[in-house]
């Protein structure tokens, strides 16, 4: 047989579909499983009529850089909530989802050997796509802050990536904290890719998006993700916003790789906008007061999690069990049927810990899987 990329050979699986898909199966041969390990929230969102969209455009190609009524929209959007201008015709691309947005910007900015560096517990799929595009990626212990990032630059440092909100743990980084890492990002020439996808999921007012610290645009690159924000993951709409030169090489990518989004599915999100909105923000603030909710539970029987106020997701500990997270979440959902994503794939640091989320179990259902978890560590520690 002819050979394979070593590269993609080497290359783990995303740790969070990993396990879904293991629950999907087990869905399918009929096993009611309790599912804490969605990267999702589920939504009551009604369905608009598709009759109501643009015919015949929506059967066909759209605009490579995505639909321009859309791209209006978010700009607007981004003007109105976050103070951040951005050229819509120059400025964004919409595209299948912000994984493929993040992805393509790493094929735009890094040359074999570069180096990337981000804080763990990072985002699962940050490493692999910097080792996809022959860069090395450089993550930081979970012990470690921002304020600690400049101690890992080197001379192949080209960027550092943020994830806030963050995925796993909840952490908002405030405006100190992103002035700091634009400091570094100007005094050794580097970009900061800020993932921005839960930025609504908090509840309160302490989200800042890097953009509207850097308005020209030279060292921040936004991602953010209306498939997540709106409950309709699976549609995959995400979009990235930098200057007008990177965003003009991401469009190559863009376009010989995705060419466009689902035109059909811009058109219903342009069209239905601020609709979604009013649908959606307050199922928003619902999710985050749950997870504040299950919290408190947390801290009544016993288990810890690292700090953190948004998102729908905490990042549990499963110390003193000697298990590893993998082994742990394999024989939890094995044994127990209750599914959620091992701490591994989150960083090396990270195997002593579990990614517990609250956005698709009711919260009956969580207190259930949380006493499994709690039963789980006695057994095993």
């Not at 005094?187 to 999921?201: H, N, P, R």
Request: charged share 25%; glycine share 6%.
């Amino acid at each position: 047989m002819p050979g394979l990329s070593r590269v993609v050979v080497e290359a783990s699986e995303a740790m969070s579909v990993k396990y879904n898909t293991m629950v999907y199966e087990l869905q399918q041969r009929g096993k009611h499983v309790v599912v804490m390990s969605l990267g999702e929230a589920y939504f009551d969102i009604p369905m608009v009529p598709m009759e109501e969209l643009a015919q015949p455009d929506v059967h066909h190609y759209s605009h490579s850089r995505g639909l321009l009524d859309l791209r209006r929209k978010l700009a607007d959007y981004f003007r109105t909530e976050y103070g951040v201008d951005f050229d819509p015709d120059q400025q964004v691309i919409v595209t299948a989802g912000s994984k493929a947005a993040i992805h393509m910007t790493f094929m735009s900015i890094l040359n074999p050997g570069d180096e990337v560096i981000y804080s763990e517990p990072a985002w699962v799929s940050y490493p692999e796509q910097i080792r996809l595009c022959y860069a090395t990626p450089v993550g930081l212990p979970y012990e470690k802050s921002v304020y600690d990032f400049e101690e890992f630059v080197t001379s192949k440092t080209k960027a550092i990536v943020i994830n806030n909100p963050n995925n796993p743990r909840g952490q908002v980084l405030d405006r100190k904290e992103l002035e700091h890492v634009l400091k570094l990002a100007r005094k050794y020439d580097l970009w900061v890719l800020s993932d921005e996808a839960y930025s609504d999921f908090l509840m309160d007012d302490s989200f800042i998006s890097l953009a509207a610290l850097d308005p020209d645009k030279k060292h921040a690159v936004v991602f953010n993700s209306m498939s997540k924000n709106y409950g309709i993951s699976g549609w995959r709409i995400g979009y990235v916003i930098a200057n007008k030169e990177l965003i003009s090489n991401v469009l190559k990518v863009n376009q010989h790789l995705i060419t466009c989004p689902a035109t059909i599915l811009q058109h219903y999100l342009a069209r239905n906008f601020h609709r979604r909105l009013e649908i959606t923000k307050p199922q928003i603030r619902d999710v985050v007061c749950k997870r504040k909710q299950v919290a408190a539970y947390m801290d009544q029987i016993g288990l810890t999690y690292l700090p953190g106020t948004a998102t729908f997701y905490l990042f549990v500990s499963i110390a003193p069990s000697k298990l590893g997270s993998e082994a742990f979440c394999t024989r939890l959902l094995q044994d127990e049927s209750v599914c959620v994503v091992p701490g591994i794939g989150y960083g090396k640091s990270c195997d002593a810990f579990i990614r517990v989320s609250v956005g698709a179990a009711s919260f009956e259902e969580i207190q259930y899987g949380l006493g499994k978890i709690k039963e789980l560590i006695d057994k095993t520690s």
